[in-house]
């Protein structure tokens, strides 16, 4: 058989108390791979395990005519807030179904931050700088994280039933990317996938010197 | 001159001015540029010669200053901007004059659709020379004979509509379209000059030396002493349509097709309609992330008076650029023809001009560049016999500049 492109996801479970710990991580063979920014979220089966517990504002900052973090994750209902950091304006827009928004920012603006009732994909462009991208992933349950080496560790789980989801914009969309988790103890989930891992990085802002010309 | 003047103001009035402005919203940039050269060849056509650069022998070694221009940028809200800009040529012009005034309108409509709007003063977005501040190139000092012919005579006084279309994550397909007026003259300069290479753009309402010969006191009606490209002479508006590709600000290809659709037999205020028709290619390539090419061609015909003068005109160049850092090198190769199609021989405008252009440039600390510049021009021009030159000269050129950017 032909060695296809796949990932696992390894999933460690310490069942020692009544909050458990996940540890997640990524695999293409048996080599770990590494893709900063690819969001891991649990939804508990039983709702109530959830504590509706709001964290803080996260940001999606404009920052060089580029948007940071260039992937942002916060839990439905939660808001995300886009300061303007550039000597420029921008206009930052997404038209992400049931997320959809607009906002005008001039320079070193701060807007209030807006809160997303959908969970989902959100790509957020820049009306005035068209290379400008970003992703907000709206997640219904407070149990998620971000990749930022190879592995990952989502904690303080209460034990039961989950479906575990993984979402980054290299991973094709006609991966399965969704599996179920009942465990009491220790469990492994693999997901094994069928199509490349895209090459896709945030896009560079064009070089700006002195005699450059911005509209161009 | 008055009139024009007006109808742009007026235009950039009916933008919605009532958006809250602050002055964080104003930007204002400029140029100042300081140069001194050492010519060889014919006087300058902006002294009444022959010769194809702004500057000649007249001041070898002078150091002049060269131009001062500035621009401002108003948002009036944040999908609305205005745009102006000037420029003042000490010694050939009189102060500042307009070069641009528009208003741009760029909405949000869809994650794949894409429109931007201009109405009043602007240049078409055709030139992948001059990308640089003010309609100027960041490779060099000297402009290409068609971005110099855009310069001296082509501006759009009207609306141009521009849409895109995002095929992918990295392709986008544009199409545009144009309607304009006061641009009726424009073909009189190419035809009774010929191709040149400088930097120097025609303010708005602005003038351009001439250079009498026998071919103008043979026309019907009397041609001014000077050229005025931006004037509305039958009420009938010009249009251009254009289609482009691009990806990822890496690759660029794009057509035009410009008809000013001038009735050429009309005559108002010292100045004829000059029928004036182009197809315009331009494309600009990243090799690498340092290394670029681009180029334009453009082919079309200029007639004025039924015929009296009847031009058809071709050019192309290619520039090879480096851009790494500080650093900055091109070399920029062109070919151009006009052809003389008339049976007026008082009125011969064949001309064919080669040019060599091989130009160094360095960004210092803050704002400051320091440009070196050397041009080889071959041209062949039959109108020189109307002043017993030889139909032939070789012009050289070596030009140091210093600009201040503010």
Partial sequence: MKLGYYLSLALVIFSSSALATITVSM?????????????????????????????????????????????????RTNSIRFPNRDETAHHVYSFAKGNNFELPLYKKAVPEPIAFDTAGVIPVGCNIHDWMIGYI???????????????????????????????????????????????????????????KVRNIEQPRPPEQNIDDDQDY | MKPLINIIIGLILLTPLSGVCSVDDIEVRGIVDARTHYSDGPRSWLNQGSGVYRFDESNNGEILLSNISAELKLKTSIDSTI????????????????????????????????????VGAFYPSISVENR?????????????????????????????????????????????????????????????????NHDRQTGLGGHLPLQAAPGLRATANE??????????????????????????RAHKIQLMYYDNRADDTMFKDGQ????????????????????????????????MDRNFTDNPFQSAYITLAKKQGSHRLALRLEHSRIQDRDSTPEDSNQNTGNSLTLSYAYLLKKSWKLGLETNFHNSQQRRRMYWNESQNAREKQITASLKYFF
């Fill in chain 1, 27 to 75: 695999k293409t063979g048996a080599k770990q791979i590494n893709l900063p920014g690819a969001v891991v979220w649990a939804i508990p089966k039983d709702k109530t395990a959830m504590s509706n517990t709001k964290s803080a504002v996260k940001d999606m900052e404009q920052i060089n005519r580029q948007f940071k973090p260039f992937i942002q994750v916060s839990q």
């Fill in chain 1, 137 to 195: 992933l709206v997640v219904d349950t407070p149990f998620y994280k971000q990749f930022s080496n190879e592995t990952l560790t989502l904690e303080a789980l209460p034990h039961g039933e989950y479906e575990i989801h993984l979402w980054h914009p290299a991973l094709s969309k006609k991966e399965n990317l969704k599996q179920t988790l009942n465990y009491s103890g220790q469990a492994d989930i693999n997901f094994h996938l069928k199509h």
């Fill in chain 2, 83 to 118: 745009k102006i800009a000037a420029h003042y040529y000490p010694s050939q012009t009189k102060g500042f004059e307009l070069s641009e005034a528009y208003w741009q309108y760029r909405p949000l409509s869809s994650n794949t659709w894409k429109g931007k709007y201009r």
């Fill in chain 2, 223 to 248: 041609q001014a002493n000077s050229f005025a490209p931006f004037r509305e002479i039958d009420g009938q508006p010009g249009f251009y349509l254009g289609l482009e590709w691009s990806q990822a």
């Fill in chain 2, 272 to 303: 004829y309609g000059w029928r004036t028709r182009f197809f315009h290619l331009s494309a600009h390539k990243q090799l690498t992330p340092q290394w670029q090419v681009y180029g334009q061609y453009m082919n079309g015909y200029t007639v």
């Fill in chain 2, 132 to 196: 640089g501040r003010l309609w100027t190139s960041s490779q060099m000092t000297s402009f290409s004979h068609i971005n110099s012919w855009i310069a001296e005579e082509l501006r759009i006084i009207g609306a141009e509509g521009h849409w895109s279309h995002k095929i992918n994550r990295q392709q986008k397909l544009g199409f545009f379209a144009s309607a304009f007026w006061f641009n009726d003259p424009t073909g009189a300069a190419l035809a009774w000059k010929g191709w040149s």
